[in-house]
């Protein structure tokens, strides 16, 4: 009997993404292939891609023709197959497989067709698909940690974001399939879930009619996993019922990732946001009148186009009077096929990163203090990884998600992949640094 042909998987992009190629691999297992982190052993190299800005599409490009560059035989997966699928398949010889946004559940029966010399195309023009618990899964985070996709897609028409036309309108799964995999993930001793998707706070609502997720969370609460941390909680959602799951939920963290992008009410009109600057403000109030110990992080676009010296401003005023725990800056990145790459008022780029670069000077001193508050604290680390040269732990607390986030750095003895209390003696802007309390 012939043996299955190696594959390599690259993965690039969001922890959608990442989701994706966990799939993928868990699906080509299963059928008998070989997976190798090794590329250049690897009869095959699966690049899960990225297309949601420039400079991710850019990153995406470069691996590719890399590989080319040394002969490998290319499947391409993800938001670029999706976006540029008749340019790469042109441009690239060396893609002998294009597997779409909505269409990764087909990589065995593509891999197959591909071994009997066919070009293989596998892509929805509108992406309706989403794994549930019986999908195959190799996760490839720390042991502790696991995302979970509770819904695909974005029903929301922001003028900067591709996203929906990559990635299809909203599909949730249901309540019952995300605490089956929970349970799933926390009998394989995952410490952490993370609950992922274009617009959390509009989970359930394509298939219950209303947004559900202040039950989602009642419902993971019954679920045996310390942590459960909400990625993209848009500040519409945040209703009182969803707020007092989030607090009455011993396992759900009080960490609020808001993706408000701007503060001004014309920017966010001309951004297409569902929701006006005053709805910022107020919702933010709300949140700390009703979880005080809420940990707060945002991500926000400069150099809108149209955005003035007024705007941002605004926006810096915005930033310094909420003390945000966490604050990411992207400048704004024009893509193809969204209103807002055509709008006029179309910014230099050196503006836009004089802009991100004020705005990041504002909020480092804001985040020193919010980490000072926790110096002479205990509290609660996930330990993820070890420094070979110096035997000192590396880690997050609950009040940090991975990769985006700070780090715990942790002097003693303790486990990968355990929760453990550490002393904090220390802090600087982005980490903390303490011991481990026996």
């Known amino acids: ?25 868990g699906l080509l297992a299963e059928a008998g292939y070989q997976v190798d982190a090794n590329e250049e052993l690897a009869d095959y190299v699966v690049v899960n891609t990225c297309s949601f800005i420039e400079a991710a599409r850019e990153e995406s490009v470069k691996t590719l023709v890399e590989l080319a560059e040394a002969d490998k035989k290319i499947v391409i997966m993800g938001c670029m197959a999706q976006h540029f699928q008749d340019e790469l ?25 591909v071994e009997k010399g066919d070009r293989v195309k596998e892509v929805s023009a509108e992406p309706n698909y989403i794994a549930d618990e019986n999908l195959p899964r190799y996760r490839t985070t720390t042991e502790g940690v696991a995302y979970l996709r509770v819904a695909e897609g974005c029903d929301y028409r922001c003028a900067f974001c591709i996203i929906p036309h990559l990635r299809g ?15 799933q993930l926390a009998a394989e001793g995952v410490q952490e879930i993370i609950l992922i998707s274009q617009i959390t706070t509009n989970y359930g609502i394509d298939i219950y009619g209303e947004p559900k997720l202040a039950e989602l969370l009642q419902a993971l609460g019954k679920v045996d996993v310390p942590w459960i941390r909400m990625h993209y909680a848009y500040p519409t959602g945040l209703t009182p019922k969803v707020l007092a799951a989030i607090k009455e939920t011993p396992n759900v963290l009080p960490y609020l990732d808001l993706p408000l992008q701007h503060s001004h009410p014309e920017i966010l009109r001309a951004m297409n946001r569902p929701w006006q600057g005053r709805v910022n ?8 009148g009703a979880i005080p110990e809420a940990v707060l992080r945002t991500t926000l676009i400069v150099g809108f186009p149209g955005e003035t010296e007024e705007h941002h401003a605004h926006l810096v005023e915005f930033v310094k009077r909420h003390e945000f725990d966490r604050v990411g800056v992207f400048t704004f990145s024009p893509e193809e096929g969204t209103p807002a790459y055509n709008l006029p008022g179309q910014l230099p780029q050196y503006v836009m990163e004089a802009r991100r670069d004020e705005i990041m000077a504002v909020q480092q001193p804001i985040s020193a203090k919010q980490n000072q508050k926790i110096v002479g604290q205990v509290v609660d680390v996930l ?45 600087d802007i982005y980490d903390l640094y303490g011991h481990a309390v026996s």
């Open 169 to 183: 309108n909203q599909r949730s799964r249901t309540i019952e399939s995300i605490v089956a995999e929970a349970r």
């Open 383 to 427: 330990i993820e990884q070890e420094n070979p040269a110096t035997g000192e732990a590396i880690g997050r607390s609950a009040s940090s998600s991975p990769e985006i986030d700070g780090l715990v750095y942790v002097r003693g003895q303790v486990r990968l992949g355990a929760i453990v209390p550490v002393a904090i003696t220390d802090a």
């Open 89 to 113: 398949f042109a441009e690239l010889p060396e893609a002998v497989a294009l597997i779409g946004t909505g269409d990764y559940h087909k990589i065995v029966d593509a891999i197959s067709r």
């Open 281 to 288: 403000d107020d919702i933010i109030e709300k949140i700390k």
């Open 1 to 25: 009997m012939p043996t299955k042909p190696t594959i390599a998987f690259t993965h690039l992009g969001c922890e959608k993404n990442r989701i994706d190629t966990e799939h993928a691999i």
